[in-house]
Nanobody, 123 residues
Framework: QVLLEESGGGLVQAGGSLRLSCAASGGILSRYIGAWFRQAPGKEREFVAAINWYGGNSNYGDSVRGRFTISRDNAKNMVYLQMNSLKPEDTAVYYC????????????????WGQGTQVTVSS
């Protein structure tokens, strides 16, 4: 079973950038679709971005498209989320997720989750 660990969260001013990292262990990440979700206090979990097994295709939530970029390095078992032009409404706990099934591209029902990393954007 793959284990996921996020890092790179922190406090940033509006308009700034952060890069989140997701390290996978216990498995071969190239066998999994990778994704990022976020959850703000009092809100439901929101899909942020996903990337397919070899990075040839990606998908984004409407609220981040054009500002965030998901990428992966299968040789390092890593998935990344580059976040630019951050807004206060991007404040949330960001979670890395993975799943081997192509169905998640439609369902967003990922089976493997990290513990999350806090991102806070000040105005």
């Amino acid at each position: 079973q793959v284990l996921l660990e996020e890092s790179g969260g922190g406090l940033v001013q509006a308009g700034g950038s952060l890069r989140l990292s997701c390290a996978a262990s216990g498995g071969i990440l190239s066998r999994y679709i990778g994704a990022w979700f976020r959850q703000a206090p009092g809100k439901e979990r929101e899909f942020v971005a996903a990337i397919n097994w070899y990075g040839g295709n990606s998908n984004y939530g409407d609220s981040v498209r054009g500002r965030f970029t998901i990428s992966r390095d299968n040789a390092k078992n890593m998935v990344y989320l580059q976040m630019n032009s951050l807004k206060p409404e991007d404040t949330a706990v960001y979670y890395c997720a993975a799943d081997a099934s192509a169905n998640v591209w439609v369902t967003n029902e990922y089976g493997i989750w990290g513990q999350g990393t806090q991102v806070t954007v000040s105005s």
